[in-house]
C-alpha cells in the first residue's frame, strides 16, 4: 500500500509538472483553429458580397437592353410611318433611360455622341427600385447603353454596361467590352434589334 502511494505521489507530480506545458500548447491550438476559422468566415462574406453586386448588376444590364427594346417597339408603334430605328440614329450611340420624363417633350431614350460619365448614375427610390431619376438615395450602380446602329440591313446592336466602380473601365467610355469583367466591377449584355414586322 506505501509502495502505491509513493508511485502516485511521483505520477501526480510529473502530471503538475507537464499540465503547463499542455495548456499553453492546448491555448495555442484553439487560437490557431479560430484564427482559421475567422479568414474563412470573412474571405466567404467578402465573396458573397462580390457575387451580389454582380448579380444585381447583370439583371440592371438586362433590364437596359430590354428598356431599348421597348423604346424600339414604342417609337414603332407611335410614328408615322412607323420608323423602329429613329431613337437609334447612327450618330447617337451612348444611351441613357429616362424612366419618367421630367419636363413635357423630354427624351425618354437619350443618346449622345460622346461618352458622359454624369448620366449614368443609377439611384434606388423608396419602394428599393433602381432608377436613373435623381433621388436622395445615390445607388453604386451606373448603366451605359451603347446603340450601334447599322443601315442595310437596318439593325441595332444593343449594349447595356453595369459598373460598381467610381469610374467605368477605359474600353467602356468607347462602347468597348474588353475590359468590362467582373473582376473590374463591370458587367454587360447584348441583343440585336432588328424590324420584327
Request: net charge positive; aromatic share 12%; charged share 20%.
Amino acid at each position: 500500500m506505501l509502495f502505491q502511494k509513493i508511485v502516485q505521489d511521483k505520477i501526480l507530480k510529473k502530471q503538475k509538472g507537464a499540465l503547463l506545458i499542455e495548456v499553453v500548447l492546448s491555448i495555442f491550438v484553439i487560437t490557431t483553429g479560430l484564427l482559421a476559422v475567422m479568414q474563412l468566415i470573412t474571405n466567404s462574406l467578402n465573396d458573397s458580397f462580390r457575387n451580389r453586386d454582380i448579380i444585381l448588376a447583370t439583371g440592371l444590364a438586362q433590364e437596359g437592353v430590354e428598356l431599348a427594346r421597348n423604346t424600339r417597339d414604342n417609337t414603332w408603334l407611335n410614328t408615322t410611318p412607323p420608323n423602329p430605328f429613329l431613337e437609334f440614329s447612327s450618330a447617337n450611340k451612348f444611351c441613357v433611360v429616362k424612366y419618367r420624363v421630367l419636363v413635357l417633350g423630354e427624351d425618354v431614350f437619350p443618346c449622345y455622341s460622346f461618352f458622359v460619365i454624369t448620366n449614368h448614375k443609377l439611384y434606388v427610390d423608396n419602394r428599393g427600385f433602381y432608377s436613373p431619376a435623381v433621388s436622395v438615395n445615390v445607388s453604386k450602380f451606373s448603366r451605359l447603353i451603347y446603340v450601334e446602329y447599322q443601315a442595310s440591313p437596318e439593325q441595332a446592336i444593343v449594349t447595356s454596361f453595369v459598373w460598381w466602380s467610381a469610374n467605368p473601365p477605359t474600353s467602356v467610355t468607347t462602347g468597348g467590352k474588353t475590359d468590362c469583367t467582373p473582376a473590374n466591377k463591370c458587367v454587360f449584355a447584348d441583343i440585336i434589334l432588328t424590324k420584327w414586322k
